[in-house]
């Protein structure tokens, strides 16, 4: 759409790997980066998916996921390993 410009939304310009909903499934929350050009998330498990929309904008959640199930068990091990 040529003359829309998107706001930017510090959870998806931000450097630091954050979390992302892949799906409402168990271990399917990842942690990632945002890549604006592709729309997608390059997840520390290896994961590269279409991030679902939260109801509070943008496509990162807040903060940690607050359900240790939903969390990508790969994606756990990455981030305590660095």
Known sequence: MAGVT???????????????????????????????VTRSVHSDCGVEFVPRALPLGGPALPGRPLDPAQVCPQCYRARNAR
């Open 6 to 36: 998107a706001m930017a939304n510090p959870r998806t310009t931000d450097p630091r790997p954050l979390w992302f909903l892949r799906s409402l499934a168990d271990a399917d929350t990842h942690r990632g980066s945002y890549s604006k």
